[in-house]
Antibody, heavy 118, light 112 residues
């Protein structure tokens, strides 16, 4: 059974940093691209970015709203994907979902809440 | 403002059929597969339809998808109260860079 478990969310002040982790199980992690999707309170889904598998270069793509501030990385030996968030803004407040992406986004984690507030 | 356009809400009675539209452009829906997601209240989204019209294992055939040109449609027949949820379409978009995923704004389904 595919499982994605996010961790690392919490309350952080504007301008500070936070790193989210996504621990995967139930599939060969290194064979898949992984992505992050967020959802602000009461709002719709917003794609944050993704990281390709090593077979496709392990390169990353980001939404314009986070490019230059957020970085996605992966540790295939531990089956973990990371989302490093720097220079956080109040508008980054959201539930952050880790997802597996294979053409479609086929599996989602339960999400972790990030609140950016002073 | 979402790249893909969905109606904010739809409603229908139990047992009836409803359709949810998703409109895009040639840079997204027109040249890529569309997928659909169901988000029940307080839960994470779940994949309902992929590659325009395919259902993952465990998704009942009451749910169907189609695509024509730059638009896609999700259909739900035999509506149940448990289908009340937010529904999102999604696809790749090639207008800005080598790979961006885009979602519709979401449609809230009310089963009256």
């Amino acid at each position: 059974e595919v499982q994605l478990v996010e961790s690392g969310g919490g309350l952080v002040q504007p301008g500070r940093s936070l790193r989210l982790s996504c621990t995967a199980s139930g599939f060969t992690f290194g064979d898949y691209a992984m992505s992050w999707v967020r959802q602000a309170p009461g709002k719709g889904l917003e794609w944050v970015g993704f990281i390709r598998s090593k077979a496709y270069g392990g390169t990353t793509e980001y939404a314009a709203s986070v490019k230059g501030r957020f970085t996605i990385s992966r540790d295939d030996s531990k089956s973990i994907a990371y989302l490093q968030m720097n220079s956080l803004k109040t508008e980054d407040t959201a539930v952050y979902y880790c997802t597996r992406i294979v053409g479609a986004i086929d599996y989602w984690g339960q999400g972790t809440l990030v609140t950016v507030s002073s | 403002q979402s790249v893909l356009t969905q109606p904010p809400s739809v409603s229908a009675a139990p047992g009836q059929k409803v359709t949810i539209s998703c409109s895009g452009s040639s840079s997204n829906i027109g040249n890529n597969y569309v997928s659909w997601y169901q988000q029940l209240p307080g839960t994470a989204p779940k994949l309902l339809i992929y590659e325009n019209n395919k259902r993952p294992s465990g998704i009942p055939d009451r749910f169907s998808g189609s695509k024509s040109g730059t638009s896609a449609t999700l259909g739900i027949t035999g509506l149940q109260t448990g289908d009340e949820a937010d529904y999102y379409c999604g696809t790749w978009d090639s207008s800005l860079s080598a790979g961006n995923w885009v979602f519709g704004g979401g449609t809230k389904l009310t089963v009256l």
